[in-house]
């Protein structure tokens, strides 16, 4: 059991990990080196199909890059769902370009291909899927919208290792980059980073050189090539977002064990399931056959028949020492995209209705049978 207090959500690092950390604290190379090498090497094989992987300090700082990479500027647009972090969204304004949002299918959470294909305009650039909680979008729709309408896609899959899509690891789809994230509540975590992966090599070799200042080599070549070591040239005014070994250190693990991690999340997540299905929720979409669900959220909504509103339902569930989230508040509530857009809280019905009614119960592979019991416990007293 974990404690009195069961949080929402706690990282799964094991002696490997800690080893490893302490094997780079050893060896003085604490910065981008050996083991970020390593862990883009193994990144890469694991996505596999001709995928390179360019490891960062943050999902955020990789859909920037990505961005930049797919050539975004001044007044572009970027369609993509309110239903997501600000991140996904924020990264779009750094270059003065604007998101456009379209609403969410009420079942999914996740983005509604038939708007996206009515929010087109010549301005259009990319678009950006979120894969929701780690279930895939309707990525052959999205993909066949952006073929036909000459578009980028830059998946945010930040929720999605490992999801499948039609049997396909998402990241080796045909879009032009797909950004994971390893912040520490994540399916795995470096404590902070991301990781970008392409099939482009051109975007590959944009996105390596900006996120070092728009240095054309890496620290790891500069002191490892045969060149003198002081020698670098600057080609672009690059950003600091480079991945640190000993965050690699931990993803080098981490990594290892996406699989068994998915496999626990997935059975957790069916036996909530099981518990669940006559009170007055509706449970969390499951994926369609031949795709896997990356369970990085469970994700419940009440119905109106139910006792307690979403608000009070989470305060009891604290009083009962379980710790429960809400993702997400939509971005056009927050006060920066609604002004800036001139954004009406109906304007995204389906996010709105998914916002108020839903709750994000713990599941992370830390917990164990009586914690999740005592989740179970929790919600069968509130809503039984
Ligand atoms: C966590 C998250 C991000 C940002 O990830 P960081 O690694 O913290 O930058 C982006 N998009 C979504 C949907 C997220 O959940």
């Known amino acids: 059991m974990i404690s009195e207090y069961l949080p929402f959500a706690l990282p799964d690092i094991g002696e490997e990990e800690i080893n490893e950390v302490l094997d780079s604290l050893r060896s003085g190379w604490l910065t981008t080196g050996p083991k970020t090498k390593r862990f883009e090497e193994d990144f890469a094989a694991f996505t596999g199909t001709g995928t390179e ?15 930049e990479a797919v050539g975004i500027g001044p007044g572009d647009e970027v369609i993509t769902t309110p239903y997501t972090f600000t991140a996904t969204a924020e990264v779009v304004r750094y270059f003065g370009a604007d998101p456009v949002f379209v609403d969410i299918k009420p079942e999914t959470f996740n983005i509604d291909p038939e708007q996206i294909e009515a929010s087109i305009t010549p301005r259009t650039k990319v678009i950006m899927p979120v894969h929701f909680a780690g279930l895939a979008c309707d990525m052959d729709a999205i993909l066949a919208i952006a073929n036909k309408h000459g578009l980028k896609v830059v998946e945010d899959a930040a929720h999605a290792l490992p999801t499948l899509y039609n049997g396909r690891l998402i990241g080796t789809l045909n879009s032009d980059a797909t950004v994971y994230s390893f912040y520490a509540t994540k399916t795995i975590t470096t404590g902070e980073g991301g990781m970008i992966v392409t099939r482009d090599p051109e975007i590959a070799k944009r996105c390596r050189i900006m996120r070092l200042h728009g240095i054309s080599r890496d620290a790891f070549d500069r002191y490892t090539s045969t060149k003198p070591a002081w020698h670098y040239e600057v080609v672009a005014p690059g950003c600091k977002y480079n991945m640190a070994d000993l965050a690699a250190s931990l993803g080098i693990h981490q990594l290892k064990k ?19 299905s006559d009170l007055p929720i509706i449970l969390p979409p499951k994926s369609l056959p031949g795709d896997t669900h990356a369970w990085h959220l469970y994700v419940i909504r009440l119905t109106e028949d139910a006792p307690v509103t979403r608000d009070r ?17 939509p971005l056009h509530l927050h006060p920066y995209w609604r002004d800036r857009y001139n954004l009406k809280s109906d304007d995204f019905p389906n996010a ?25 416990d929790s919600v069968l007293e509130i809503l039984g």
């Not at 830390?366 to 019991?373: I, V």
């Open 53 to 67: 992987a360019i490891a960062v300090n943050s999902a955020t700082a990789g859909l920037h890059l990505a961005l």
């Open 313 to 329: 339902f989470i305060e009891l569930m604290s009083e009962k020492g379980v710790g429960c989230s809400v993702h997400f508040i």
């Open 258 to 276: 996406a699989w068994s991690f998915q496999k626990k999340r997935e059975a957790m997540a069916t036996h909530y399931d099981e518990f669940f």
């Open 352 to 376: 709105l209705k998914a916002y108020e009614s839903a709750v994000s119960l713990p599941l992370f592979t830390k917990m164990d049978e009586d914690d999740q019991q005592r989740v179970i």
